[in-house]
T-cell receptor
Framework: QKEVEQDPGPLSVPEGAIVSLNCTYS??????FMWYRQYSRKGPELLMY????GNKEDGRFTAQVDKSSKYISLFIRDSQPSDSATYLC????????????FGTGTQLKVEL | GAVVSQHPSWVICKSGTSVKIECRSL??????MFWYRQFPKQSLMLMAT?????????EQGVEKDKFLINHASLTLSTLTVTSAHPEDSSFYIC?????????????FGPGTRLTVL
């Protein structure tokens, strides 16, 4: 079993839709949770970071963490074609040598 | 955030040759840099942690004699793929660890696509 599971998609939605991206994890030691966006043939860029259970909002993006269920989500409101990318969840824990464990990434396509 | 560059962005080489990839932190000093490898439609897999002035720490299953890492300064780390083979063809990405961050924030370079013929 992988430490972090993420549905690879692809996920196709119409412009303006609400997108829900999810990851589950098995290591209860994970404390910090991140979402990265990666465009084709580019390096990942950090979108959201959270460390506690609950919701964190930044513009059209909301990150949600449920530590009891070992489940994290990223919601994108009013999705745009420019949101088309691969979204990777990542997580780590303090004292873990700053190493990130990534999910496989979900490929998202927002269509006009 | 931090600006990280990689050079080259794309390289093709013959089997058996060595290829050097550079990772530079352009706007701040990075004590720690990380090297990842990403195969098509797969996630990033950490290869090694590069610390300035000391030997790199390799993840299990990564051959340290094949993937040579040098972190000679606080702004530059290099990854050399020695005696490259077609199975080494991949997307290599570096990241830098932001000093002073309250959590493990990393900023990634744009990646280097290696194709071994």
């Amino acid at each position: 079993q992988k430490e972090v599971e993420q549905d690879p998609g692809p996920l196709s939605v119409p412009e303006g839709a609400i997108v829900s991206l999810n990851c589950t994890y098995s290591n209860s030691a994970f404390q910090y949770f991140m979402w990265y966006r990666q465009y084709s043939r580019k390096g990942p860029e950090l979108l959201m970071y959270t460390y506690s259970s609950g919701n964190k909002e930044d513009g059209r993006f909301t990150a949600q963490v449920d530590k009891s269920s070992k489940y994290i989500s990223l919601f994108i409101r009013d999705s745009q074609p420019s949101d088309s990318a691969t979204y990777l969840c990542a997580m780590t824990f303090r004292g873990g040598g700053n190493k990130l464990t990534f999910g496989t990434g979900t490929q998202l396509k927002v269509e006009l | 955030g931090a600006v990280v560059s990689q050079h080259p962005s794309w390289v093709i080489c013959k089997s058996g040759t060595s290829v050097k990839i550079e990772c530079r932190s352009l706007d701040f000093q990075a004590t720690t840099m990380f090297w990842y490898r990403q195969f098509p439609k797969q996630s990033l897999m950490l290869m090694a942690t590069s610390n300035e002035g000391s030997k790199a720490t390799y993840e299990q299953g990564v051959e340290k004699d094949k993937f040579l890492i040098n972190h000679a300064s606080l702004t530059l780390s290099t990854l050399t793929v020695t005696s490259a083979h077609p199975e080494d063809s991949s997307f290599y990405i570096c990241s830098v660890d932001l000093l002073g961050s309250s959590y493990n924030e990393q900023f990634f370079g744009p990646g280097t696509r290696l194709t071994v013929l």
